[in-house]
């Protein structure tokens, strides 16, 4: 077992993790949605509501499912590569994702079928439970997953037994670790803006090619609303979330923000060419000053660096520094989307400014590419640490070696990109089409005198 093998182990979590994340992430936004949607046409009776349901619920059935057979696959690896960290923190880890299979999967899976096959078989009201339930069961399964993650960021409430184990001694303390709050409302909202953008990514593009789409309208306008109102929330909670960091893992802090010296009067790095070597940033563009006043709320606050740190605990800064930098340019981006739509909305231009619209088709994929950055962030910010600061990633693996994993990655590989590279494919397909066996065009003057009556 060498540091070759170690390095091959994590790149294939990676990967594999990396195609997971993107489905749960999607279907916690679109499961919200599809209650959202069915809720409004029982109010007011409004048949585009239910319309959009029915064709939404294709999307939601297949990102689920792809969902649900990514992450059992990650569950193995567990223990094949990463057997000794499965064994020294499964006292603490098992339960909690056995938490989430009892509480959130089973809710899930139970009324999964009702809400796709019951449409006309149960009252409307049954129906209507179990797409709630369904959505529940969604964010419950954010809540366990983010807990046992937040727990190997931030690890409490624990002991050590006789074996080096990770054993609970206070479970609240385990479940509401320090960081948990930060990350899982920090996750939900992204995974809310995730599913906005995709929503309206794809307003976007029927609008592009018929304006009259009543329910293109609908579905553009209910995104747009989110975007508009949820991505400042998520600026704020990004913040907080960035000084529980820097209370609990300065280092990564330092790492995110290419911070090699400890000083006072720290600059905002915003771009720059980290050299872990040297230890500089080459060619950076900074701003006197504000990097202390975001984190210290002080001009000459003090901002560790990683010379604060031992260097074999130094997480690789290059990563960290252009993932953060990544995620916040696209939340910005969507916050920009956001405050353009209510301007158009006021000039009563929403449904009719094509470069918008353009702009909001290549916006729909930056919500998974803003969680895959965040999570790059978390995940490398905290090595070399599986459990921060108490398991190092190199005592966590299986005592396999370069040659077999390899060859598991490369299998990884060709199996992941053919069978979900034709679920994406399939996803597009139905996204291309336009729900015009639902349509009802407007006529031309209808068109002008309800362009904004439509939500």
Same mark, same amino acid.
């Given at each position: 077992?060498?540091?070759?093998?170690?390095?091959?182990?994590?790149?294939?979590?990676?990967?594999?993790?990396?195609?997971?994340?993107?489905?749960?992430?999607?279907?916690?936004?679109?499961?919200?949605?599809?209650?959202?949607?069915?809720?409004?046409?029982?109010?007011?009776?409004?048949?585009?509501?239910?319309?959009?349901?029915?064709?939404?619920?294709?999307?939601?059935?297949?990102?689920?499912?792809?969902?649900?057979?990514?992450?059992?696959?990650?569950?193995?690896?567990?223990?094949?590569?990463?057997?000794?960290?499965?064994?020294?923190?499964?006292?603490?880890?098992?339960?909690?994702?056995?938490?989430?299979?009892?509480?959130?999967?089973?809710?899930?899976?139970?009324?999964?079928?009702?809400?796709?096959?019951?449409? !006309?078989?149960?009252? $409307?009201?049954?129906?209507? %439970? &179990?797409?709630?339930?369904? +959505? #529940?069961? /969604?964010?419950?399964?954010?809540?366990?997953?983010?807990?046992?993650?937040?727990?190997?960021?931030?690890?409490?409430?624990?002991?050590?037994?006789?074996?080096?184990?990770?054993?609970?001694?206070?479970?609240?303390?385990?479940?509401?670790?320090?960081?948990?709050?930060?990350?899982?409302?920090?996750?939900?909202?992204?995974?809310?803006?995730?599913?906005?953008?995709?929503?309206?990514?794809?307003?976007?593009?029927?609008?592009?090619?018929?304006?009259? !789409?009543?329910?293109? $309208?609908?579905?553009?306008? %209910? &995104?747009?609303?989110?975007? +508009? #109102?949820? /991505?400042?929330?998520?600026?704020?909670?990004?913040?907080?979330?960035?000084?529980?960091?820097?209370?609990?893992?300065?280092?990564?802090?330092?790492?995110?923000?290419?911070?090699?010296?400890?000083?006072?009067?720290?600059?905002?790095?915003?771009?720059?060419?980290?050299?872990?070597?040297?230890?500089?940033?080459?060619?950076?563009?900074?701003?006197?000053?504000?990097?202390?006043?975001?984190?210290?709320?002080?001009?000459?606050?003090?901002?560790?660096?990683?010379?604060?740190?031992?260097?074999?605990?130094?997480?690789?800064?290059?990563?960290?520094?252009?993932?953060?930098?990544?995620?916040?340019?696209?939340?910005?981006?969507?916050?920009?989307?956001?405050?353009?739509?209510?301007?158009?909305?006021?000039?009563?231009?929403?449904?009719?400014?094509?470069?918008?619209?353009?702009?909001?088709?290549?916006?729909?994929?930056?919500?998974?590419?803003?969680?895959?950055?965040?999570?790059?962030?978390?995940?490398?910010?905290?090595?070399?640490?599986?459990?921060?600061?108490?398991?190092?990633?190199?005592?966590?693996?299986?005592?396999?070696?370069?040659?077999?994993?390899?060859?598991?990655?490369?299998?990884?590989?060709?199996?992941?990109?053919?069978?979900?590279?034709?679920?994406?494919?399939?996803?597009?397909?139905?996204?291309?089409?336009?729900?015009?066996?639902?349509?009802?065009?407007?006529?031309?003057?209808?068109?002008?005198?309800?362009?904004?009556?439509?939500?």
């Amino acid at each position: 077992m060498g540091e070759l093998a170690v390095d091959l182990a994590r790149f294939q979590f990676a990967f594999t993790v990396s195609f997971h994340i993107i489905f749960p992430a999607f279907t916690i936004g679109l499961a919200s949605y599809l209650a959202v949607l069915e809720g409004l046409y029982l109010k007011t009776g409004q048949q585009k509501y239910i319309e959009l349901y029915q064709y939404w619920i294709k999307i939601f059935a297949i990102s689920f499912g792809m969902g649900v057979v990514s992450g059992i696959v990650m569950s193995y690896q567990f223990g094949t590569n990463w057997s000794v960290f499965a064994d020294k923190t499964g006292p603490v880890l098992g339960p909690l994702l056995g938490y989430e299979v009892f509480t959130a999967f089973f809710l899930e899976a139970g009324f999964l079928g009702v809400m796709l096959f019951g449409m !006309n078989r149960v009252g $409307r009201r049954l129906h209507f %439970m &179990a797409t709630v339930i369904v +959505a #529940i069961g /969604t964010l419950l399964s954010a809540f366990w997953i983010l807990s046992a993650n937040s727990w190997m960021q931030t690890p409490a409430g624990y002991g050590m037994n006789t074996q080096g184990q990770f054993i609970p001694e206070d479970w609240w303390a385990v479940v509401f670790n320090p960081s948990f709050p930060y990350r899982l409302t920090h996750m939900v909202l992204a995974a809310f803006l995730t599913t906005a953008f995709v929503v309206g990514g794809v307003g976007a593009y029927h609008l592009l090619r018929s304006q009259k !789409n009543h329910l293109a $309208r609908t579905m553009f306008s %209910m &995104a747009m609303w989110m975007a +508009a #109102i949820v /991505t400042p929330i998520q600026v704020i909670v990004g913040d907080l979330h960035g000084l529980n960091t820097l209370a609990h893992q300065p280092a990564k802090v330092a790492a995110m923000e290419g911070h090699f010296e400890t000083h006072e009067g720290a600059p905002l790095i915003l771009f720059g060419l980290p050299d872990q070597a040297n230890k500089t940033v080459d060619y950076q563009v900074s701003i006197p000053y504000l990097g202390s006043l975001i984190l210290t709320h002080s001009f000459t606050g003090e901002v560790k660096g990683l010379d604060a740190f031992p260097e074999e605990d130094h997480p690789p800064v290059a990563i960290v520094f252009w993932s953060f930098r990544i995620m916040v340019a696209l939340g910005f981006l969507m916050l920009a989307v956001g405050l353009v739509s209510l301007w158009l909305r006021k000039k009563k231009e929403l449904y009719h400014a094509d470069w918008f619209h353009r702009c909001c088709v290549v916006m729909a994929p930056s919500g998974f590419i803003a969680i895959l950055c965040g999570w790059i962030t978390t995940e490398v910010g905290r090595q070399p640490f599986t459990v921060y600061g108490l398991l190092r990633t190199a005592d966590s693996i299986s005592p396999v070696n370069a040659a077999a994993v390899s060859v598991s990655l490369a299998a990884f590989v060709v199996v992941y990109f053919t069978v979900f590279g034709a679920g994406f494919y399939y996803l597009l397909r139905l996204m291309r089409k336009s729900p015009t066996k639902y349509e009802r065009p407007l006529d031309s003057d209808t068109v002008t005198s309800t362009t904004h009556s439509n939500l």
